[in-house]
C-alpha cells in the first residue's frame, strides 16, 4: 500500500506517460522498489531506493491524502467503495475474497435449535469466498444435520435461508391433547412428539429438491457428488454413531435426521433395525453436538486403503482400533466448522471465539424478544461487571497475601494481613471496601477466620471467595450454573450438561483455528416465536462471524494468498494508471 500511495503522490515521483501502461504493486513479501511495464516490454526502475511504508493503520489516511482516490475515482460509491477497502476491519470482502486459495472441502454444523437462520448467513460468505463451492463433505448433528443434508441436495444460502423462514413449530410440534398426552407418550415411545409430521414434512422438501423422499446417503454421493454424514446417538450401543455412504450406504438420509432431531423428552426416539437387532436412536447432540471430527483420521475416508476390511485389523484388538484417537486421529486442516451460541448459553469455545476482531454480532433490533430479555441482559450485564471488579480485587488480594507471608507456610497471620492492608499499594483502599465493606482489619480478619482459631488457612480463603461469588470451579470449567425450575429447564439443562461434558471428548483447543463462531445475542435455541426482525438478525450475525473467520484465517495463513495477489483486484490497477497518465485530460503528474 505504501508503494500505491507513493506512486501517485504528486510531489514524490514523475512518471513518463509514454513509457508506462501499468504499475505492478509489489507486496511486502516481494522486493521492496516498484517496477513499471514499458511498452516494449522492459522492465524500468522509477523509485531506486526502498520505499518507506505508512504505518499500517495510516495507509487509508495516507492513500486518500496523497490523490488516489479523488483521482481514480470519481463517484461517492466509488470512494466509498475503496476506503472500504483499505480499511482494516473490512478488508476481507468479495473482492478480496478472489485473492486467497481457501483449503477447506469439508463443512461440518453444529446443532443449534431454532437459530438456523445464522447458518444462511455464514454460508453466503462462504460462497462469495468461493469456498462453499468446493465443500464435497459436509456434516451435522441435530437441527445442524437439516442445515447439511440441505447444503448436500444443492441448497444454496439463499434457498437455505427460505427454508429457514418457515415456522419450524409448525412441523416438530406434533403431539396431541396437549399435556394429557405428554406421560403416555413417553411411557409408550420415551417421548413427548411423535415426530411423524418431521419425518413426513423433511421427506417433502427433499422429494422437491432430488425427485425422492427417501433418497439415501450413496445417492446423494453419487448425484451431488457430496459426502454426508448425520451424527445420531445409538442408545443400545451407548454410543455416536456416524451415518455416512460408507457406514450407512442405502439408509434413507430423512430417517436419519429425524434420529439426530429426537431430542429425549421433546421428541420419541426412533427404532431402526440395524443388522439383526432393533435400536433405539435419540438426538446426535446428546453426546455429540459439534462434529468437527468427523472428517479426521481414517474411519469416514472413502478410500480404498481406508477400508473396514484393511483397517479394522486384527479384530483381536477390535476395543483399541475403534477408539475415537484411533479412528479420528489424524487432525484434517480442511475442515471447517460453525458453531451457534447466544449471550446466556453455555459454550466452551465461548469466550475465545468472541474475541475474534469482528465476530461481534450487529446491534440488537427492537422486537419484542428483545424487549423481552433486554432488562435480562442489562441485568446480566451489570452483574458480569460488578463480578469482575470483584474478581479482580480477589486476585490482589491473594496476591499481596502471598507475598506478606513471610514465613512461607500457607497460613495467613493477622499480622500478615495487616501488612496487606497497611503497606501494600496493590491491594487498594477500593479493594477493600468492595470485599470487606467499611471495616477494620480486625474485623475482616474475623471475617475470613471461620473457625476462630487465631489463623486462616487455604480453605478458609476459599470459602471467602465462594461467598463473594466467584466460584472457582465455574471459572476454571468455563461454565456457570443454571436454574432448573421447569420440565424444559431440566431436559434443556440435562443435555446442555451431557453436551458440555462429552464435547470435552472430541472438541481440542486447536478446533477454534477451524471454527466459524457465531454470536446470537439474545435469540436462544428454543425460541420459536421470531419476527422478521430477528430473523434478519441472525443472518447478520452469520455474514459477521463468517467474515471475521476468514479475515482471522488470512492474517495466520498468508500462504494461502494467490501469488499474484495483492489487496486489490487484479486488473484495477492496470486499467486506472491507463486511463489517469494516458488521458490527455489527466490531472495527475507526468
Not at 504499475?23 to 516498484?34: C, P, Q, T, V, Y
Not at 446443532?111 to 462469495?128: H, R, S, T, W
Not at 471475521?548 to 495466520?556: D, G
Request: hydrophobic share 35%; proline share 3%.
Amino acid at each position: 500500500m505504501g508503494c500505491f500511495s507513493k506512486l501517485f503522490s504528486r510531489n514524490r515521483c514523475k512518471v513518463n506517460h509514454h513509457s508506462l501502461t501499468a504499475a505492478k504493486f509489489i507486496s511486502n513479501d516481494d522486493e521492496e522498489d516498484l517496477k513499471t511495464e514499458d511498452i516494449s516490454g522492459e522492465d524500468k526502475r522509477i523509485v531506486s531506493q526502498p520505499i518507506e511504508r505508512p504505518k499500517e493503520n495510516d495507509l487509508q489516511s495516507e492513500v486518500i491524502k496523497s490523490g488516489v482516490v479523488g483521482s481514480l475515482v470519481g463517484s461517492s460509491e466509488e470512494k466509498k467503495f475503496f476506503s472500504s477497502m483499505l480499511d482494516n476491519n473490512n478488508s476481507i470482502d468479495d473482492n478480496v475474497y478472489n485473492n486467497y486459495d481457501f483449503p477447506f472441502t469439508n463443512l461440518v454444523f453444529e446443532g443449534g435449535g431454532n437459530k438456523g437462520m445464522a447458518y444462511a448467513g455464514a454460508l453466503q460468505v462462504l460462497e462469495q469466498a468461493g469456498i462453499a463451492q468446493k465443500i464435497n463433505r459436509v456434516a451435522g448433528a441435530s437441527v445442524g444435520a437439516i442445515a447439511a443434508s440441505l447444503f448436500a441436495v444443492g441448497f444454496t444460502s439463499e434457498e437455505l435461508k427460505q427454508f429457514m423462514e418457515q415456522d419450524l413449530r409448525k412441523v416438530l410440534v406434533d403431539h396431541k391433547c396437549g399435556y394429557c398426552s405428554l406421560l403416555p407418550n413417553l411411557l409408550s415411545g420415551f417421548g413427548w412428539n411423535p415426530g411423524h409430521k418431521l419425518i413426513k414434512w423433511f421427506g417433502e422438501q427433499l422429494k422437491e429438491r432430488t425427485g425422492n423422499a427417501d433418497i439415501t446417503f450413496r445417492e446423494v454421493l453419487q448425484r451431488f457428488n457430496r459426502e454426508l454424514c448425520i451424527v445420531v446417538t445409538n442408545l443400545n450401543q451407548m454410543s455416536t454413531e456416524y451415518f455416512h455412504p460408507k457406514t450407512t450406504p442405502n439408509t434413507p438420509i430423512k430417517m436419519a435426521v429425524r434420529m439426530s432431531m429426537a431430542l429425549p423428552g421433546v421428541f420419541q426416539s426412533v427404532k431402526y433395525v440395524n443388522d439383526e437387532n432393533t435400536d433405539v436412536y435419540v438426538d446426535g447432540g446428546l453426546l455429540c453436538n459439534y462434529p468437527i471430527h468427523a472428517f479426521d483420521g481414517w474411519w469416514l475416508s472413502m478410500d480404498p486403503h481406508d477400508s473396514f476390511f484393511k483397517r479394522l485389523q486384527p479384530l483381536d484388538n477390535y476395543a483399541k482400533l475403534f477408539s475415537k484417537n484411533e479412528r479420528f486421529g489424524s487432525w484434517n486442516p480442511r475442515t471447517i466448522g460453525i458453531m451457534l451460541y447466544s449471550r446466556s448459553e453455555t459454550e466452551l469455545m465461548k469466550t475465545k471465539l468472541a474475541q475474534r476482531d469482528g465476530s461481534q454480532p450487529p446491534p440488537p433490533v427492537n422486537s419484542k424478544l428483545y424487549k423481552k430479555r433486554k432488562k435480562i441482559l442489562l441485568n446480566q450485564k451489570a452483574a458480569s461487571e460488578e463480578h469482575l471488579a470483584v474478581v479482580n480485587a480477589i486476585g490482589r488480594f491473594m496476591k499481596e497475601l502471598h507475598r506478606m507471608n513471610f514465613d512461607l507456610d500457607g497460613i495467613v497471620s493477622l499480622r500478615e494481613l495487616k501488612k496487606v492492608f497497611e503497606v501494600s499499594a496493590i491491594f487498594t483502599t477500593e479493594d477493600q471496601m468492595l470485599l470487606f465493606g467499611n471495616t477494620d482489619v480486625n474485623a475482616a480478619f474475623s471475617e475470613l477466620d471461620k473457625d476462630k482459631d487465631g489463623e486462616i488457612t487455604f480453605q478458609e480463603l476459599m470459602a471467602f471467595v465462594e461467598r463473594k461469588g466467584v466460584n472457582i470451579q465455574t471459572r476454571f470449567l468455563g461454565y456457570t450454573r443454571k436454574e432448573i425450575k421447569t420440565l424444559g429447564d431440566f431436559i434443556s439443562t440435562l443435555q446442555t450438561a451431557l453436551s458440555i461434558n462429552v464435547k470435552r471428548n472430541y472438541v481440542e483447543d486447536r478446533d477454534i483455528e477451524r471454527t466459524i463462531g457465531i454470536d446470537t445475542d439474545y435469540i436462544e435455541a428454543n425460541d420459536f416465536s421470531l419476527e422478521d426482525h430477528d430473523k434478519n438478525f441472525l443472518l447478520q450475525s452469520g455474514e459477521h462471524a463468517a467474515r471475521a473467520f476468514l479475515r482471522y484465517y488470512c492474517k495466520r495463513h498468508p500462504e494461502f494468498r494467490k501469488r499474484e495477489s495483492a489487496l486489490l483486484p487484479k486488473d484495477f490497477l492496470n486499467s486506472q494508471v491507463k486511463s489517469n497518465f494516458l488521458h490527455p485530460s489527466s490531472n495527475l503528474v507526468h
